[in-house]
């Protein structure tokens, strides 16, 4: 009897401390999908960081609600090293910075390169900053479609494309383009260049024929960008923080944070790719479509 007891006492500490240890990880859980720092106290400003081709908004939108929500963060400074990336992915990061900055003061900083997209972004910045030797410009939008048609038909390859319309498989690798097509696509490139020079007049106060006599796709350098009114002061990232201190009222050097980063597993599980790869594994068989 003593022995069983014994047993039981053991089994129900055993148990006790699972589920202790489980609300552990469900609260750090929550916490990490919340954004919030577990302890925060007195005013920051909180840095983003933008690196590489810019190919998606997703992760930068998360980590800029995220120091919005955050009451101990006083201002947000946008570091930017990247030479461009996908339209639509750098207006989404564009129109966020806009819309924060009405709330909290925003400042982009450029480091090495900030170039196309990298500058698109910096846009939505209350306030521009860039080293004298920054690599910015490049406005402008290109399409770089290869055609590999001539090496399929040197090793016998043939395709076939079943198509709803003429210009359905428009921008396909397996033959040139028509002069229809090219046509096209210029139409698109001109719609999203004027896009990019009303943006910059709107957020710059210049005149778009003033702006596209430069907005031909060359770089300059920081120094350059100034003189043309594209940012406002030359400095690194601690001016910038100084800067968006200043704009928030704050004295001295703030606290500095950057936002919690999510754990590579838990960003698989939670991504809908997660369920993707389960069908792989159940399902023998796919009808896809190319929308």
Known sequence: MASRNFWLTGLAFI???????????LIGFFLM?????????GAKIGIVEIK?????????????????KDDSVKAIVVRIESPGGSVGASQEIY???????????????????????GLYVALGAEKILASPGTLTGSIGVMIQIPNVSKLLEKIGVEATVIKSG?????????????????????????????QFVATIAEARHLE???????????????KRAKELGLIDELGNLEDAIRLAAKLAGLEGR?????????????????KEDFSGALAVLFAPFYLLNNL
């Not at 997703?58 to 800029?64: H, Q, T």
């Not at 778009?208 to 920081?222: H, L």
């Not at 936002?259 to 698989?268: A, R, Y």
């Open 254 to 270: 703030p606290q500095v944070v950057y936002p919690q980063k999510e754990k590579f597993w838990l960003k698989w599980l939670m």
């Open 166 to 194: 003429p210009y359905k498989d428009t921008g396909s690798i397996l033959r040139p383009l028509t002069e229809e097509e090219k046509a096209l696509l210029y139409d698109t490139i001109k719609d999203v260049y004027e």
């Open 95 to 117: 129109r966020e910075l806009k819309r924060l900055r009405q709330k909290k003061p925003v400042v982009a900083s450029m480091g090495s390169v900030a170039a196309s997209g």
């Open 52 to 68: 590489g081709l810019i190919t998606e908004a997703d992760g930068v939108l998360r980590e800029l609600h995220q120091f919005a």
């Open 15 to 25: 148990g006790a401390l699972f589920l202790f240890f489980l609300l552990l990880l």
């Open 208 to 222: 778009p024929e003033k702006i596209k006599k430069f907005a031909d796709g060359r770089v300059f350098t920081g």
């Open 33 to 41: 999908l919340r954004g919030q720092p577990a302890l925060s106290t």
